[in-house]
């Protein structure tokens, strides 16, 4: 059974004792300095505590949940606060909040990244995640972590919905969308070549312009692209670009995909079996090189995260290179 929320926040307000236990100075000891630069850390480690203490006496009690997850979440600024806010009504936002990722501002202030990483050691490949439409990257951090479970991997949600409707006017365009992935990717000193870019419904339409620029005009840091659930749409002004050369010569020549699809998906000509098909062909007319196509017969739309055997078949192929 949960405990009341009376009960918890006093057993939280306990862990407060500790400050009555502050260090004194050490008998025969004349080093002041050094006693007061013990006394000053002890000091603003307490004051963390306090902070996060008040935090979740706040929620625990009823009030508004915290804005950030880490302390470096306390960096966003306008627009991006706005749409964090909106993340916290996200279905898996409390799985997501567990996992206690680093959330980072996007240098243009408008929205957040969600960095997350198993181990204190940087892993050695990570993978970029692109949700769909009117999505959060907080859920694709918890969607993605059952998967990720014992592997050497990092995983980089960006939220790259902006806005409040569906209209393009709320979304990052691609060449948005790379920026601040090549920016996170530098940051966190991401290897090219060991980057896998997933993109849902949504993302996975946006993902043949995001691979495009990466391997056409960018760091060509990834050696996978994964097209779930979203097919190629020729109208979009991105992927026009991509046949015009505005992405470079040819920009999806070599690259590497696998394609995603369900048979049970609500748009099969678009987003299913059929779209997805299309999708693997125009891909191999680029030049690209399509290593596998996932036909879930018992799936829909998501087919990749909902089966755990699809999942993991593309997480051993990312691991196999």
């Known amino acids: 059974m949960r405990p009341s929320n009376k009960k918890s926040a006093l057993v939280i307000v306990s862990a407060l004792s500790p400050l009555e236990a502050a260090p004194t100075v050490e008998d025969g ?38 804005l950030a997850f880490s302390s470096n979440a306390g960096l966003l600024t306008g ?5 964090f806010r909106r993340a916290q009504s996200g279905r898996w936002f409390a799985d997501a909040h567990k996992l206690e990722p680093d959330i980072i501002p996007t240098s243009d202030g408008q929205s957040f990244l969600v960095v997350w990483q198993g181990t204190e050691k940087a892993p050695k490949r ?35 919905w902006i806005g409040t409707d569906d209209t393009n006017k709320s979304y990052y365009m691609p060449m948005q969308i790379y920026r601040e992935i090549d920016i996170a990717l530098q940051k966190i000193g991401a290897s090219p070549g060991k980057v896998m870019l997933h993109g849902f419904s ?4 946006n993902s043949y312009a995001i691979t495009a620029l ?7 840091y990834f050696s996978l692209s994964v097209a779930s659930s979203g097919g190629v749409g020729l109208d979009y002004p991105s992927n026009r ?5 505005a992405f470079g010569d040819h920009p999806l020549r070599n690259t590497r995909w696998i394609t995603v699809a369900g048979a049970h998906d609500p748009n099969p000509e678009r987003d ?13 007319e680029q030049g690209a090189i399509v290593i596998e196509s996932i036909e879930d017969p018992n799936e829909g739309h998501g087919a990749l995260q909902r089966n755990a055997n699809n999942a993991r078949r593309v997480l051993d192929l990312f691991f196999k290179e």
């Not at 000053?40 to 929620?59: E, G, P, Q, T, Y």
């Not at 949504?202 to 339409?205: C, E, I, K, N």
């Open 79 to 83: 627009n991006a606060v706005e749409v």
């Open 214 to 220: 990466d391997f056409g005009r960018g760091k060509r």
């Open 272 to 284: 299913g079996i059929a779209g997805m098909r299309r999708a693997a062909t125009w891909l191999k």
């Open 29 to 66: 000891r004349n080093d002041n300095q050094g006693q007061k630069i013990k006394l000053d850390n002890h000091l603003n480690s307490r004051w963390k505590s306090i902070k996060f203490i008040i935090a979740m006496i706040i929620v625990l009690i009823g009030g508004r949940p915290p």
């Open 241 to 245: 670009a991509i046949l015009t050369g």
């Open 202 to 205: 949504r993302g996975s339409a």
């Open 126 to 160: 990570w993978i970029v995640s692109i949700h769909g439409s009117r999505g959060f990257a907080t859920d694709d951090l918890a969607i993605w972590h059952p998967h990720l479970k014992n592997r050497d991997v990092g995983l980089i949600c960006l939220q790259w």
